[in-house]
């Protein structure tokens, strides 16, 4: 049986914009505010010694189990999940959101001159036992910012609520010579790979 929608377990204005690129039909399906917002945003906290590969497939996974059960929990039809999540690395080390300006600072001094991963996991549902993955790995490399770079772009608030402190989408994009992988995926959703899983999941679009 096929599907003329889906939910979207996420809170991403971006990911919404990319589904609508693919001409898929979504509702948001999302944390309401509360104890349940409390355990969604727990669910992306990093475990000692975890990979960055590892830990955006765990976390992905358990939002999608956590979307089953807020369907289920409030009734509402059945259609196809989908979640996603992104985060940056710098070798083994996991840049998650920054929580201030001290760690947002941090963070883009670190990317600064240099080459980062940007790995995004998305995941898909479809009834109560059948679900789908992949995986997208991409590079991105940054020239140098300087402080007054850095300062300006913390100060327009666009680091927070993203990974690793920066949208490809934003201004410093004039600061990114090179990009290697799926540019959709380094926005917060890979085009490709969501495409593949929506077709198992026998999503019209």
């Known amino acids: 049986m096929t599907a003329d929608f889906i939910y979207l377990a996420s809170q991403s204005p971006r990911r919404r914009q990319l ?29 000692p010694g975890e990979l960055p590969a590892d830990y955006v497939q765990r976390v992905t996974a358990l939002k999608l189990r956590a979307a089953r059960a807020r369907v289920k929990a409030r009734g509402l039809p059945a259609a196809p999940i ?58 991105v490399r940054f020239a140098p910012l300087d402080d007054a770079l850095i300062d300006a772009y913390i100060a327009s608030g666009q680091p927070f609520g993203k990974a690793g402190g920066y949208a490809i989408q934003s201004q410093l994009a004039g600061w990114i010579p090179e990009v290697r992988g799926s540019y959709s995926a380094i926005m917060g959703l890979p085009l490709f790979e969501t495409a593949q899983l929506l077709r198992q999941a026998r999503v019209r679009f």
């Open 19 to 47: 589904l609508d690129q693919l001409g898929v039909r979504h509702e948001l399906l999302v944390p309401q505010a509360g104890a349940e917002a409390d355990a969604a945003e727990a669910l992306e906290a990093v475990q």
């Open 82 to 139: 989908l979640c996603s999540d992104t985060t940056v690395a710098i070798g083994r080390r996991i840049l998650g959101k920054p929580a201030d300006d001290g760690e947002a600072r941090a963070m883009l001094r670190a990317l600064s001159g240099r080459s980062h991963r940007v790995l995004t996991a998305v995941a898909v549902a479809a009834g109560p036992r059948r679900s789908w993955s992949a995986l997208s790995v991409s590079t």
